[in-house]
């Protein structure tokens, strides 16, 4: 297989991530990096020291070296960098979540659709959790089909950025489009329905209050509670809380149906673990079939080196191998533009209802053919 070169705009705490996954593949370079900040360029130039930095999207996409391309720059800079690529050289890309914060993309969001020459794959990670695929594997049997599908994410508050720029929701699209916008693809991956009415409740209780970014105070939401009506006739509940350090697992996933109950639990990221409650836990599924043989548990260990690539529990390692095969022309990317578009309406219409107590129809884009 020929080396394949990779080019990387935007390169902070997800972008080494990326790197980090992308060099344990056999037959990648990291050829080019676009990265602005000078402490980020600094890291990315120690994972990556034999890749060429260069001071602007345009520049790197004059290196003829490169295969494909890696989005990783902050939210509200995904759509341009897209544009930008389309108008000087496309290559194929894969470009992190969210795929907007701003619901006037659409029409740029259809135009790249119908137009742009390269596949680009929309980075939802967490379909790739090796507990969450096998969820998603078993759910429909072990159930007989779901009827009801929860999700709830307990977690610590947002990291710091560079610029601090997920502190406002201008830039970060929102909590429920930046960090949430994961866990409404997997309700249309889970249920393969779409979304016909969505209801929220959602604040900003503890976080980030004290904090003062040029006289303004951060306005991000920390804890929301969304109902989704599916047209399918199922239905699903996100639960997130952004200030439950120390949770024994982060998320927690429960499918429903007339057969049977699954449940998918995993654990935080390892390097946040609190070391004072010991090793952290082993993610597993719980399976409750209608069955008086009562419910069982089958652990699901990731691959130690994968753990340490990255905070995601080897999604992004197992992802990259997926788009790698799009590099080299064997397959075609399994989250689209719709896919991620639809992500990114369903968290804003979920805002939305927040605001304003008002039920939603999300804005999603026409289905690809």
Request: with cysteine; charged share 20%; aromatic share 8%.
């Amino acid at each position: 297989m020929r080396t394949i070169r990779y080019g990387l705009i935007g390169c902070g705490m997800m972008g080494q991530e990326h790197i980090r996954n992308i060099q344990l593949l056999d037959n990648t370079e990291i050829g080019g990096i676009y990265e602005p900040d000078a402490l980020m360029r600094q890291a990315a130039q120690e994972l990556a020291p034999a890749a060429i930095f260069a001071d602007s999207t345009e520049e790197l996409l004059k290196l003829e070296q490169l295969d494909c391309l890696v989005i990783t720059s902050p939210n509200f800079t995904h759509i341009k960098h897209l544009q930008t690529i389309a108008e000087t050289r496309p290559l194929p890309v894969l470009v992190e979540k969210p795929l907007s914060t701003d619901l006037q993309d659409l029409a740029v969001v259809n135009d790249l659709n119908n137009s742009f020459p390269e596949p680009i794959w929309v980075a939802m990670e967490y379909r790739y959790m090796p507990p969450l695929t096998e969820f998603i594997k078993r759910a429909q049997s072990v159930t007989g089909g779901i009827t009801m599908l929860s999700i709830r994410e307990h977690r610590f508050p947002f990291l710091p950025k560079v610029n601090d720029w997920n502190r406002f929701n201008r830039y970060s699209g929102g909590t429920l489009v930046e960090k949430c916008c994961h866990f409404f693809d997997l309700m249309r991956l889970i249920l393969d329905a779409e979304p016909t009415r969505i209801m929220a409740s959602a604040g900003q209780s503890h976080n980030h209050l004290d904090e003062i970014y040029k006289d303004e105070t951060p306005d991000i939401i920390d804890n929301a509670y969304t109902i989704v009506d599916f047209n399918n006739g199922s239905r699903s509940l996100l639960e997130l809380s952004m200030f439950a350090e120390g949770s024994k697992y982060q998320e927690e996933i429960c499918a429903v149906g007339p057969e049977g109950k699954i449940e998918c639990l995993i654990p935080g990221p390892t390097r946040f673990w609190p070391e004072d409650l010991g090793p952290a836990p082993t993610p597993k599924l719980v399976i409750s079939p209608r069955d008086p043989k009562g419910p069982y548990e089958v652990e699901i260990p990731v691959d130690p080196k994968l753990l340490l690539a990255g905070d995601h529990h080897g999604s992004t390692f197992y992802q990259h191998q997926k788009f790698q095969q799009v590099v080299l022309g064997n397959a075609t990317p399994e989250v689209t533009l719709h896919d991620g578009w639809a992500a990114v309406a369903m968290g804003m219409a979920a805002q939305h209802s927040a605001k304003t107590g008002e039920a939603q129809l999300p804005r999603l884009t026409p289905a690809p053919a």
